[in-house]
Each structure stands twice: as structure tokens, then as C-alpha cells.
């Protein structure tokens, strides 16, 4: 009964809910649109908006030095997340059933292992860091936390799912994944896909006024 | 009731591989899993003998033993059996087992060890006899419709016997009367056809002929 | 009645005989006419016999040639597996919860009878700079870690005989597999926190004069007199090097059991999981009373994991050496100072470690 729930009716909510939030978070941004600059041009802007969405994946030579252990599992759990959502079999087979009905390229066990060993060391190295660290600890609102707690649980009822023969589990998994889509709208999880209009918008700005940033 | 055996008559088996093909065509094993498996001591060596090995279905099984899930039980015909919903793939009673009997398929996500398979004696599981649930999960169930397993009933020399365990040890005892401990022992087995023949034992004779 | 007491046929006894004496190298039928000439002493082996030797194992460990892929194929009978069995079922599983029921009762009676350790001087209103975050990020790490593995791990040992009977089959085994898999997936973080842990604290957990004097007076708990140390006392430092060594041996026997696809035989599975066991229950001993100091053993004991500053009274009772190289050397902070910049970094450095590192 509350299977069914799940499987069905909510995860159609929570895509749903998911996929209008975006928009409607994205639309709502891009509204606001950019204030006229009447000054003369210096450079680019579109090429520096480019340029600058790829450049700050490398972090300047301050923050490798001050903010390495940041970086290094802030790159670990980003990639790690990356390739388990879209390169674990379980979830290429859930996509391609559901959404796209076409399968693609699974990472082989081997890799699925590394590829989650690497994501929890990383986010709870991260979580560990924002609630010891003085500053961060200052810095994080309910909405870090919360979402950090989510992910975590999402991460940590696939693994203990993994043996893919319980149905309790999985659907464990999947309940607290839709939860996390109806919650990702709402929140700074939303950095996912607004990293590339605010560097985009630096980018641009910086490089119309002829600024190396 | 019959308490369920294997016997493999170790002076006829002649490493075949029926037995296996027999288990894995019968009840779709999967890839990696090898429920029966025909081993060869002293290969090409004077002495040389084959023995066809799975579940013994022992009496007091160090599987169900160790089993940390409890997953194992023992049917009225004597036969050791587990249930695949409650098995966890921890590999502990292919630690115990000491005939290499509980296989893993490598599957799951991890190609960690998945559920794990064994040799049922052709019984199935707990399922509904003959459903097709049961016939996915664990293959044949060929006891329920009053057969034996079909490894032994396809050995072509009849060396691997298999069924109650009382008429198994007279077949076997019959042939061990007939030819002598062992042919290796006691030369070729007509060879001693004389000697039967002055005990007036039953067999092969050509003094009788 | 005549009947039933005449004696069996002849032949039903030649039959019995002969079975009975199968096994060993019997060149005779025994009692009929030809006894005489058969009755030699046994000249010739018994190949047969031999057969049974090897398949049991009994002179040495022996494989034969089969066409069955896969480890230890060749193996008819696997010895190993019985002793294995007896291992866990006889002495891990009672010894191992005696020897976890143990160490619980005995800290209880402890607390009970001794209570608290209190800051005999009580709280100051001064403090030393003690773990920086990422000491205490790794710390964390590795707790966090531990307790998942060990719960997991006590629910797949002991599960089949408390939580079983309580939950039911279905339930249980739900349970079980996640906390297998849980396990599986946690274990090389294990390894991982060994490995930052390591590195980090060696340096402070070499043994020095005087850890001999206090582990002799256990520490001040036998006697009165109160046991100097550095920054780590010589409790702090066996800890440490019982979590390397047999933490060590915990990760390393892991990974044989956790990736069984790697060609290792039954036999070194059954010998990983003999040092798993052991090593994880006298860990989880250790670590048990380590928790106890932490939480209600002792009054200021977690301040420094959790602020990076541990108050200076309490530096003074437990780890004086320490605190007066920090004083020396100006050190002490007020306790409502501001989080200083050194404290902020995450990879800064405490000045104990300093300290110590001048003092070699």
C-alpha cells in the first residue's frame, strides 16, 4: 500500500515537483534580468561568461593552499555523486525505464565501488567541516544542513539497498530520494544548476570591463 | 521417512560431466555456478579416480550452522534446503561447507556475492512445489513429482547413485561383494571371478559361464 | 522361535564382514576354504584407501583437476571448514559477548563505585588551543565509521541469536542484508580513516620516558598520586597503536572476505574471518572504554575534540607536561577570545605537536 504509494503517485509528485521548481527557480532568475551598462565595452562579455564557467572548476592558487581539504572532497563527493546517479546500473536501469527508455554505457562494479567509497568519504569529510570548522559553522543555515542530511541519507539507504533483492529497502531509497527532488527547488541544493549563471554572470561583467577575473 | 543421499562409486565414474550438464540444462543454474562438479585425483597418474561432488545434504550441516540469517532447513526426506528471500549472500556456509557446495552468482552492483545457490537434490525451496517461482529461483523440483535428481539418473555407468540412503548403501554393498574392496586392490574384477565363485557370492563369473 | 535364533546366513555375514573391513588394505576375503592361502601379511597398498587419505586431507592438503571453473574447485573436502565452524560457533560468539558484556559491566561498576573523574581545581576561565579541525574532522570521521561498522557488524554476529527470535525471519534478514552491504561499503572508509589518522597523530603517540610509570600506576587510578604525561598519556598512545595494528589487521583481513573475486581460497577467507572477528571485538573492547572516558568518565575530557580547546585546569591534571610547555611559551588564551587564526585553519597545527617535535 505505501509501496505503491511511492512507486507510483509520489514519485510522479516529486519528479514533477522537481521539474517545475527548476523552471520556475531558473525562469525567475533569468527575469531579472542584467542592468544596462553604457559604458564602451572593453572585451567579450558572451566569450568571458564562457571562459569563466570553465576556469573556476580550477580554484585560484589562494583557495588550493587555504581551502585544500575543501577541494579535494569537495571534488570527491561531487564526482562521485556524479557517476553513481547516472552510471550505476540500478539507477540507469530506473532512468531508462521510466524517463528515457534507452540504456547507456553502466560503470563496472569496480568503478560503481570506487565511485561511492570516493562520494561518502567526500560529503561526510564536507559535513564534518562545516560543523567544525568556526567560521563555516557560522556560515550554514538549516537549509546546508538539511540538504547535506538528505543526500547523506539518499547515499546511505542505496548502499545498505544494494542487494537489490528487498523491496523495503529500495523503496526506503526511493522515498527519501523524492523527497530530496521535492526539497532540491527549495533550496541551495539549486547550486547544481545555478553555478552557471553566476559564474556565467561574473564572467560576462568582468570581462566587458576588460577585468582578468 | 527416507533420509535422502548421494553415493558416487568412485570405481565407475568415468568423468563424464553428465552429471553436471544433467544439474545445470535441468535447472537452469546461472552463469559461475557450478551446483555439481566432477573432480579428478591423480589425473593421468596410476591410481587415477573421478568423483562427482555437490550438497551431501549432511545430517548435521556446518552451512545451517553458521548461517547468520538462519536461512536453512531440513525437509522430512532429509534433504537440506534455503530460502533465497531470507539468504543475505554472506559466504559464511561456503566457509563451512566443506565440500565447496554454496556457490555465489557475482551479481548485484557490486558483483558482490549475490544469493546464494546449492545443489536442493533436485527439491526446490519453500516455494509452492513445481510453481514457477520456484522453478526461477532454485530449478527443478523433480522429488515432488516422485523422481530423483536427474544427475543420477543420468549417469551413464550408474556410479553416481542418489536416493534413500538405505537402498543406496544395498545397491553399493551389493557392488562392493561383487568385485572386491577395489579393482585397483585386487587387480582387474574378473579376475576374481574364481574366487567368487568358490564363496558361491553372485556376480560376473566365468567359471559360471 | 528356533528361527529367530538360528544363526543368519553365511552369506549375510561374508557381506557384513566385507564392508566393515573396506577401509583398510584387506587382501583376504577371510572365512571360507581358502583362508589359509589368502591370510598373507599385506604386501601391496590399497589404492583405495589412499584415495580416501587424499580426499580427506589427511597427510596434506591436495587439489584434483576438474572442469568446474572457479577457486578451490579442485578440492573434494576442505578440512578448514569444520575448524571454522567450531571457531565461530563455539568460542567467538559466547566468548566475544561475554567479553563485550564484560568490559560494559565492569565500566559501570567503575562509574558507580569511583563516579566521575572531575577538574579537581575546576573549570578556569583559560584554555589551550588542543586539536586543530582537521584533527578533529578526522576524528570524527573515523567515530562515525566505527560505530556504523560496528553495529552493523554485532547485527550479523549476533543478530541469529538475540534479534532473530524477536523480529522474525523476514524482518531480521532485511535488516541482516543491509547491514551486510552497509558494512561492505563502509569498510575501505575504515581503511581510509586508519590511513589520515595515522599520519596525522604518530608523531605524538611515540612512547617516552614516564608512560611506564603511568601505565604501572594504571593510569592514577591505582594509588592516590597523581601520573604525569605529554600530550598523550600512555592510555591515549596504546589506543592508538591498537587501533593501527589491530585496526590494521581488521582492514586488510576485510578486504579478503569483501572482494571474494581476487582467486583467494576458502581457506585464507576462514583464517581472514578468525582475525576479523577477534580483531573487531577487542577493538570494539578498547573503544568502548575509550567512549566511556570521553562521555561520562570524565569532566573536560571531549572539550578539545569538539571546541579544539580543552580547558587549562583540566590540561594541568591530565596532561601536565603539555600544559606547561604551553604556558611557558604564552600560549593560554582566555576562554571567551576569539576563535584565533591558527584554530580557523584547517590544516593548522596545535602547538603541543610543535612543542614536541622541538623537544626530540
Known amino acids: 500500500m505505501i509501496g505503491e504509494l511511492i512507486d507510483g503517485p509520489l514519485w510522479y509528485i516529486a519528479s514533477g515537483t522537481f521539474l517545475l521548481g527548476v523552471v520556475w527557480r531558473l525562469f525567475s532568475i533569468l527575469r531579472v534580468g542584467v542592468a544596462q551598462d553604457f559604458a564602451p565595452p572593453k572585451g567579450n562579455g558572451p566569450a568571458g561568461a564562457v571562459r569563466t564557467v570553465f576556469s573556476r572548476f580550477l580554484p585560484r592558487h589562494p583557495v588550493v593552499t587555504r581551502g585544500r581539504l575543501q577541494l579535494i572532497a569537495g571534488y570527491m563527493f561531487h564526482l562521485g555523486l556524479f557517476a553513481l546517479l547516472f552510471f550505476a546500473r540500478p539507477h540507469v536501469d530506473f532512468i531508462a525505464e521510466r524517463i528515457t527508455g534507452t540504456e547507456w554505457a553502466v560503470l563496472p562494479h569496480w568503478g560503481f565501488i570506487i565511485a561511492s567509497e570516493i562520494a561518502f568519504a567526500g560529503l561526510i569529510m564536507l559535513w564534518l567541516h562545516r560543523l567544525l570548522h568556526p567560521v563555516t559553522r557560522l556560515l550554514s543555515s538549516a537549509d546546508d544542513y538539511i540538504g547535506t542530511v538528505l543526500v547523506f541519507l539518499v547515499m546511505l539507504t542505496g548502499c545498505l539497498a544494494l542487494a537489490q533483492s528487498f523491496e523495503p529497502l529500495r523503496l526506503l531509497h526511493l522515498f527519501l530520494a523524492e523527497l530530496l527532488l521535492i526539497y532540491f527547488p527549495f533550496s541551495n541544493l539549486m547550486h547544481a544548476f545555478t553555478f552557471i549563471i553566476s559564474r556565467g554572470y561574473t564572467g560576462a561583467t568582468m570581462a566587458r570591463k576588460g577585468v582578468n577575473a | ?209 | 522361535m528356533t528361527g529367530f535364533f538360528s544363526p543368519p546366513p553365511l552369506k549375510g555375514i561374508l557381506s557384513l564382514l566385507l564392508v566393515m573391513l573396506l577401509l583398510p588394505a584387506f587382501p583376504s576375503f577371510g572365512a571360507t576354504a581358502d583362508l589359509e592361502q589368502s591370510v598373507q601379511p599385506i604386501q601391496i597398498p590399497n589404492p583405495a584407501s589412499d584415495l580416501w587419505r587424499e580426499v580427506r586431507q589427511r597427510d596434506a592438503a591436495m587439489t584434483g583437476s576438474t572442469q568446474a571453473l572457479g577457486v578451490d574447485g579442485g578440492v573434494l573436502i576442505n578440512p578448514t571448514g569444520e575448524k571454522w565452524r567450531q571457531f565461530r560457533m563455539q568460542q567467538l560468539l559466547p566468548y566475544g559477548g561475554y567479553a563485550l558484556g564484560a568490559v560494559v559491566l565492569i565500566l559501570l561498576l567503575f562509574y558507580t563505585l569511583r563516579g566521575r573523574v572531575p577538574i579537581k581545581a575546576g573549570m578556569s576561565d583559560k584554555k589551550l588551543f588542543r586539536y586543530s579541525v582537521y584533527e578533529r574532522m578526522i576524528h570524527w570521521f573515523m567515530a562515525l565509521i566505527f560505530l556504523f561498522l560496528a553495529f552493523s557488524g554485532l547485527i550479523l554476529l549476533f543478530g541469529r541469536s538475540l534479534l532473530l527470535p524477536l523480529m522474525g525471519p523476514a524482518l531480521f534478514s532485511l535488516l541482516a542484508s543491509a547491514s551486510k552491504e552497509g558494512h561492505n561499503l563502509f569498510g575501505p572508509l575504515f581503511a581510509l580513516a586508519l590511513v589520515l589518522i595515522f599520519f596525522r597523530f604518530v608523531r605524538r603517540n611515540i612512547y617516552q620516558k614516564g608512560d611506564l610509570t603511568w601505565l604501572l600506576r594504571g593510569g592514577g587510578v591505582i594509588g592516590k598520586k597523581h601520573v604525569p604525561s605529554n600530550f598523550f598519556n600512555m592510555g591515549e598512545k596504546s589506543l592508538f597503536w591498537l587501533l593501527v595494528f589491530v585496526g590494521g589487521a581488521i582492514a586488510a583481513s576485510g578486504f579478503f572476505l569483501l572482494f571474494p573475486v581476487f582467486g583467494q581460497g576458502r581457506v585464507v577467507m576462514e583464517l581472514s574471518h578468525v582475525v576479523h572477528g577477534i580483531g573487531a571485538l577487542l577493538m570494539l573492547s578498547v573503544i568502548i572504554g575509550h567512549i566511556y572516558i570521553g562521555t561520562i568518565g570524565m569532566e573536560g575530557a571531549i572539550e578539545g575534540m569538539k571546541s579544539g580547546y580543552c580547558d587549562l585546569n583540566w590540561a594541568r591534571e591530565h596532561h601536565d607536561w603539555w600544559a606547561e610547555k604551553c604556558e611557558q611559551r604564552g600560549e593560554v588564551l582566555d576562554r571567551d577570545q576569539p576563535i584565533s587564526a591558527r584554530g580557523a585553519d584547517a590544516l593548522g597545527t596545535p602547538s603541543g605537536q610543535m612543542s614536541e617535535e622541538a623537544g626530540k
Open chain 2, 1 to 209: 521417512m527416507a533420509r535422502m543421499k548421494f553415493y558416487c562409486d568412485v570405481e565407475r565414474c568415468i568423468e563424464c560431466n553428465g552429471c553436471v550438464t544433467a544439474c545445470k540444462n535441468e535447472n537452469e543454474v546461472p552463469w559461475g555456478v557450478n551446483r555439481r562438479r566432477v573432480v579428478t585425483i591423480k589425473d593421468g597418474e596410476p591410481g587415477e579416480r573421478s568423483l562427482s561432488v555437490a550438497c551431501m545434504h549432511c545430517s548435521d550441516a556446518p552451512c545451517a550452522a553458521v548461517c547468520p540469517v538462519d536461512c536453512f532447513y531440513t525437509t522430512d526426506d532429509g534433504v537440506v534446503l534455503h530460502d533465497k528471500d531470507i539468504c543475505i549472500g554472506c559466504g559464511y556456509c561456503f566457509y563451512a561447507c566443506p565440500f565447496g557446495a554454496p556457490q555465489f552468482p557475482e551479481d548485484g552492483a557490486f558483483a558482490s556475492r549475490g544469493k546464494m545457490d546449492k545443489c536442493t537434490f533436485c527439491a526446490g525451496g519453500p516455494e509452492q512445489d513445481n510453481s514457477a517461482e520456484e522453478q526461477r529461483k532454485y530449478g527443478s523440483n523433480r522429488l515432488a513429482e516422485g523422481k530423483l535428481p536427474l544427475c543420477a539418473e543420468m549417469c551413464a555407468t550408474k556410479a553416481l547413485l542418489a536416493g534413500d540412503a538405505n537402498i543406496i548403501s544395498t545397491i553399493y554393498r551389493t557392488r562392493v561383494v561383487n568385485r572386491g574392496a577395489s579393482v585397483l586392490s585386487r587387480g582387474v574384477s574378473y579376475q576374481n571371478a574364481e574366487l567368487r565363485a568358490a564363496r558361491g557370492v553372485k556376480g560376473k563369473s566365468s567359471l559360471n559361464d
